[in-house]
């Protein structure tokens, strides 16, 4: 039975992967795209998400903007890192369906409201839409599945020593989907930066031959140039892409390829050094409730198979 899936993304080139893993999996049923503002402006991430969907020739798959900000804070964006574009590194076909309308939080609530079964949200950049979402629709909780989102981090941090990305960029978000009481997974970094992709995967990529690997390989190799930290390589030691967003996908689709562990997790929405960073009780210290499902590690042989086995879908 295929689940069905709403993607909310800030492509973003990892979050095209995990846009492309729903679109080739025959265990998701992607009902909607829709796109926050994070690693690029909120129209950039916008048209990158219609772009995608035109390059796969999926533009039957309803995308709409959310939130333009972050609840309380002001948006930071990551162009060092995905380039000015939001997704430089490739040309994408221009968009070729007129704009849907609709806001984020009506076409959520419009596909919750008329599916028959639960709805899978996989957030893949920084969380306000969800949280607006859960906020203003709470009718609508029981009709969630669960929330699988790649942020945080139990140890470390990309941003700040101690925060990653897409927490930091709105803390109140991503406490708001934590104390949600709903069924989350977490991929933070403690997982997403052992889901690598080395050289020779972006050159057998580059190998297939339909114009969506073509495309992935080109945001791979610039996404390789600005997201592998030089430190973090050695003469004996290769580092390889990190590959955050396919995690919160990957684990929709086969839960199997992931340790992971029921853990106490709450967000820091201070002002401080520590301001969005994630608490994950991981010695389990605290009495408090184990709200999230936390990843560790993955089975990296299977997700590069699935990243591969991604890219030949494409190829009919
Ligand atoms: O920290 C990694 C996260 O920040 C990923 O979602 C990436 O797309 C960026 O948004
Ligand atoms: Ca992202």
Redesign the pocket.
């Known amino acids: 039975m295929k689940k069905k899936v709403i993607l909310d993304c800030?492509p973003?080139?990892?979050?095209a992967m995990a846009l492309l893993m729903a679109i080739a999996s025959e265990k998701i049923d992607l009902q909607a795209v829709t796109t926050s503002a994070?690693?690029q402006l909120p129209e950039k991430t916008f048209n990158n998400a219609r772009k995608l969907l035109s390059l796969v020739r999926r533009e039957d798959i309803p995308v709409a903007m959310g939130a333009s900000r972050p609840l309380l804070r002001e948006l930071i964006i990551?162009d060092d890192?995905?380039g000015e574009s939001g997704l430089d590194g490739a040309e994408l076909p221009s968009p070729q369906i007129d704009v849907l309308m609709t806001s984020a939080n009506d076409l959520m609530a419009d596909i919750l409201r008329n599916s028959d079964e639960k709805v899978t949200f996989v957030v893949?950049?920084?969380m306000t839409n969800m949280a607006i979402f859960l906020l203003s629709h709470p009718e609508l909780k029981e009709k969630i599945e669960a929330i699988s989102y790649?942020?945080g981090a139990c140890f470390g941090g990309?941003?700040t020593p101690q925060a990653?990305?897409?927490i930091y960029v709105d803390p109140e978000a991503a406490e708001v989907v934590v104390k949600s009481g709903l069924p989350v997974h977490m991929f933070g970094?403690d997982v997403?930066l052992k889901a690598q992709l080395f050289e020779e995967d972006v050159k057998e990529i580059g190998t297939i031959n339909n114009p969506v690997a073509q495309v992935m390989a080109g945001l791979l190799n610039f996404f390789g140039r600005t997201t592998t930290q030089p430190f973090m390589a050695s003469e004996n030691h290769v580092e390889g892409i990190?590959m955050?967003?396919p995690c919160a996908m990957a684990y929709i689709i086969d839960p199997t390829m992931f340790t992971t562990l029921k853990k106490h997790v709450d967000i820091d929405t201070s002002n401080s050094i520590s301001a969005g960073s994630t608490i994950v009780d991981y010695d389990e210290v605290l009495v408090g409730d184990k709200n999230v499902n936390v990843g560790f590690d993955i089975n990296l042989p299977r997700f590069r198979e699935l990243v591969l086995d991604t890219m030949n879908y494409f190829t009919k």
Do not use: K, Q
């Open positions: 800030d973003g080139h990892d979050d994070g690693n990551a890192v995905h893949t950049g920084p790649m942020g990309n941003i990653e990305f897409n970094l997403t990190h955050h967003d």
